[in-house]
């Protein structure tokens, strides 16, 4: 009966600990590839680091392949499919998006929300930099990750309060900077930990009450076999070095700054952003 006790609570406490997981699988798509340009491998790993990033930093990240632009310009298609999507987190739609058109051989990033303050134009001309020789090459793939890439140091570097934000329209957009509480994964997570601990501690208890034959010896001499340790060699190895780290004085001049220059797309939306050909 207590075997059958303890495999039932066993099982529950699994079954519990998966929950987030599937939760997890359940988001909404952050690779849009309308022209095939990614394998299901490739997608896989593109997708794996959007939905971290979007994940740790409460926005969202995508990537969107396209063969035709419909007679508009990498811009305002980029803008148009960011609204019409529905993509963006909260109520100001937080997000960036990075489309590539190998039909067009044109490119475009469109940002939203509080993602115009974080990705400058210092910034973005930086990621659409690291951006080109990969499309150049026709890796689509490479040029996918290393937006990913890009993209996190600049989630993780941002400070609200500097705010970079500059509105090159003249439109009075109104920005809610509070990070997007992430207190349900955070639930989870605490919870997650928890039981994997009980289950440990379950399993250990568990094994600990059959080992009855086995019991601790007082020195660390009665857990060899008499004769059986013979040294053949005998050196002196170092373990440890020590190493001095003197902090690089920084530049004030290469502070992270600039500003954010902004248009309107054709539904009505600010959006920051870079365009350009390849």
């Not at 934000?165 to 605490?190: G, Q």
């Amino acid at each position: 009966m207590k075997k059958k006790l303890l495999s039932f609570i066993l099982a529950f406490l699994l079954c519990v600990s998966l929950v987030p997981a599937a939760l997890a699988d359940s988001d909404k798509s952050i690779v849009y590839d309308q022209e095939g340009l990614f394998d299901e491998f490739d997608t896989e790993i593109i997708s794996g680091k959007l939905a971290e990033l979007n994940r740790i930093y409460g926005v969202d990240v995508a990537v969107v392949t396209t063969f035709s632009l419909d007679g508009k310009t990498a811009e305002e298609y980029a803008d148009d499919f960011y609204d019409e999507n529905e993509i963006g987190q909260g109520e100001n739609k937080d997000g960036i998006l990075l489309l590539i058109s190998e039909n067009e051989r044109v490119w475009a990033i469109s940002t939203s929300g509080s993602c115009i303050d974080v990705f400058t134009d210092d910034d973005l001309d930086y990621i659409a930099g690291n951006l080109l020789p990969y499309l150049s090459d026709e890796d689509w793939s490479g040029a996918a990750i290393s937006f990913a890439d890009d993209c996190g140091p600049c989630l993780s570097a941002y400070e609200p309060d500097e705010g970079n934000y500059s509105d090159d329209t003249d439109d009075d957009y109104d920005y809610d900077y509070t990070p997007s509480v992430m207190y349900f994964n955070s639930v989870w997570l605490i919870g997650s930990l928890l039981v994997g601990l009980i289950v440990a501690l379950i399993v250990t208890l568990s094994m600990k009450r059959g080992m009855k034959s086995v019991s601790m010896k007082s020195s660390a001499a009665d857990y060899l076999r008499s004769g059986s340790f013979t040294p053949g060699r005998r050196e002196d190895l170092f373990l440890y070095h020590t190493v001095s780290v003197t902090a690089k004085p920084k530049d004030d001049d290469n502070d992270r700054g600039g500003f954010s220059s902004t248009h309107v797309s054709s539904g009505g939306s600010t959006h920051g952003g870079r365009s350009g050909s390849f």
